[in-house]
Every structure is written in structure tokens, then in C-alpha cells.
């Protein structure tokens, strides 16, 4: 019989997440009008699985990068020299950096998970393309496995990371109004090297329009640990809820196999050939685990 800790955690935590670029609610509209030459930007964080009893993450603030000369609907471009997850050049006078108002401070991201987000920094932008965004972390990082709190360390004290922002990875609500999702993988972003926890953030941007989602029921209750859904370019996670519903986001489209794997005595299980659509919900209903 497999352990959930021993299956998943001996050197990569395996977490999914996300941070979103959303449109406040209608209800707001009237209270949040976009001035001109602005653009209304709206943060969620929102997480996907591990199977650690809590993960949290210091978030301090967040920045955004807007080419005013250009605009989102535009064709990308390659990223020139410096602009990778470490350095960032400003190529112009085009080129802006806006700070979002946050709500700073540490969030559970295992609270997060399964669809469930939490507002994280709104603002507003000046009207261009998004191209990159940077968020700051603090130094109170930490986790808990099998009821014991672990501090987790900033791997070369790099409190900040960049997430390039691609035009399919915008949903637009308007001309004025965008959404964006940040996956948090912590299956890339923690690691566990000579007893001790590491962190550098790695971040999938998605949006709703262009991507999918694979949800389902897993039973019975207390059988399953995480859920895997792959295939040849992509990987994604979920740990379901305590009566098995689980939801996994930001899938490109294409055809995934989806990985239970079964604890506590039931076997893993294999499903193949799930059909995953832009903007479409792939919804597999009850997976019955077989002991």
C-alpha cells in the first residue's frame, strides 16, 4: 500500500495554480469606469494540488509591462536578449510598467484549488499590450507534510519572477477589459534538495477562450491522491476535493491521458484519449477506482 507523501514528494512538490487577470463583476461596473486611455485590470490567485496539507506563498506586490504602441489583439513577437526570467530591458519609449494596488501577504495556496480563487491586486493600466508581468515575493514561504511546518527558501535569494503574456493568453471582455490566468506549477517551482524545501516560481499563463478544463467525480472517498492529466507537451495537476470532485484548468486543446492515482489500497487508474477544447469544459462524470 502507497503512502500520499512517498508517491508524489521525494524531490519535485507537484502543484498547479493560478493567478488571474479578471473583469470585475457587472454589479461593480458602475464603480470601477475605465478612464480613458486606461485599461481595468483585476487579479485572482487561484491553485491546483499537492499533496502537502498547506503550501504557503509570501506575495508582496505585483507589476505589469504594457507596450503603449502596440495593442493586445496584435501578433506576438519573440522575446529579444534579456528578457527571460531574470533580467528584463526596456526596448523603448513605448514600454511602461504600471503597479497594480495588492492585497499583500501569505496565501494557503492549498485553499485554492479546484476552481476556487481569491481576489489578489486590481488596477488600472494605460491602454496597450500586456507583455510581461512581474510579482514580488516575500521571505515568509513555507509547507506542511504529515502535520509538520517546513520554511521553504528562495532559491538565490530571487524574491521576483517574469511571465511573458502571450495574445492567447488574454481573454477580452472588452476593448478596455481583460482577463488573464497564471498557473502556479509547483511541480517546476519547489524542490527538495538535502532536507530542505527551495522555491522559485514557475508560472503558465492561460485564459478561458483558448484553453480547456478536465473535471470529474473520483470514488469512492479517500481512494485517489493526485491527478495527472498529460500528454506529449503539456502537464497539469488537481487534488480533489474530500468527496472526490476535482477540476483541472489551462489545458491546451489536444488529447490528454488522466493519471489516479489510487491510495489506501486501490489501484491507479488510466484513462486515455480525453478530448480537451478551447473554451470548452471536458466533463468525464463518475471515475470508480477498483481495488
Known sequence: MKTVFGR????FAVMAGSLL????CQKEANLNAVPEGKAKLSIYLTDGPLDFQHVWVDIQSIAVKIDTCRRNGDDDHDNGPGCDDDHDS????????DTLAINPGV???????????????????LNGKIERIKFTLGTNNSLMVDSVTYPISLINNQQYIFV????????????????LYLDFDLARSIRYING??????YLKPFSRHSFGVIEGKVRPVRSHSLIKAFNATDTA????WSEGEFKIRGLRPGT???LIDGINGYQDTLINNITVERGEDTELGVIQLRQ
Open 90 to 97: 526596456l526596448s523603448g519609449s513605448c514600454d511602461y510598467w
Open 164 to 179: 511573458n503574456v502571450g495574445r492567447d493568453h488574454l481573454d477580452s471582455i472588452s476593448s478596455s477589459n481583460f482577463q
Open 107 to 125: 496565501y494557503d495556496l492549498l485553499t485554492l484549488r479546484n476552481g476556487v480563487d481569491t481576489l489578489l491586486a486590481s488596477g488600472f493600466v
Open 21 to 24: 487577470f479578471l473583469y470585475s
Open 196 to 201: 530542505q524545501y527551495w522555491l522559485r516560481p
Open 256 to 258: 490528454y491521458s488522466l
Open 237 to 240: 495537476y488537481a487534488r480533489p
Open 8 to 11: 508524489f514528494a521525494p524531490v
